[in-house]
């Protein structure tokens, strides 16, 4: 639900002191193409100041080739993501690019396979050819999922059996979203990438 969602934003920026307000202007299921018609990139572009970070995070949806509506090819996707680095520094905002997480995917052997193809390989490429600081969440969550196989790893996601919830009576198979648990661990992932790369906001987490 969306009260869920709200909920579970909360966690990434519990990990911070309070000098850092963490704003979150995501929308379910866009796409940096969808993001941009829609006008919420000119929203965020017109509320960011100076010295401001602006942690981009996308590729979930761009890589979908049966949502028309999502889909963003490769090139567009580098050249989008250019788009918010460059609008980002024009206003004085600090970027940071962040890769796409992955989904809970194992096939018949219990052996984990990623769907996003090039797309978190075009976002290391955009870090480094435009200088910006990358947390590689796409690394990280492949780590941890793949470590705690097929059967573990519904514990990170959305998985819900029969009858626990009034509001699920039939349950839940969500190998994308996050409950709780998962939420706080990603949370988690993210905050070890700001302190790897010795990020100056890594100073300010608890």
């Not at 000098?19 to 941009?36: D, L, P, Q, W």
């Not at 573990?152 to 190998?175: F, H, M, Q, T």
């Amino acid at each position: 639900s969306q009260h869920d969602a709200e909920q579970r934003s909360l966690f990434f920026p519990s990990l911070f002191d309070s000098s850092v307000v963490i704003v979150n202007y995501a929308k379910n299921g866009r796409s940096t193409g969808s993001f941009i018609r829609e006008g919420l990139w000119d929203s965020v572009f017109s509320r960011l100041g100076k010295d401001d970070y602006l942690i981009i995070q996308f590729g979930h949806n761009d890589e979908k080739k049966e949502k028309g509506d999502r889909y963003t090819p490769p090139d567009a996707y580098r050249a989008n993501l250019v788009k918010f680095v460059n609008g980002a520094r024009a206003k004085g905002a600090l970027p940071i690019l962040c890769t796409p997480i992955v989904r809970r995917r194992f096939d018949s052997t219990g052996t984990f396979y990623d769907e996003h193809g090039v797309y978190p390989g075009i976002v290391r490429e955009v870090a480094d050819l435009l200088k910006v600081p990358l947390l590689d969440m796409h690394r990280s969550s492949w780590k941890l999922v793949e470590g705690l196989g097929a059967e573990e790893s519904k514990k990170i996601y959305l998985w819900v059996p029969a009858g626990r919830y009034k509001s699920l009576p039939d349950g839940k198979e969500d190998n994308t979203h996050f409950g709780e648990y998962g939420a706080t661990r990603m949370a988690q992932l993210a905050a070890s990438a700001l302190r790897e790369i010795d990020h100056p906001l890594a100073r300010h987490l608890k």
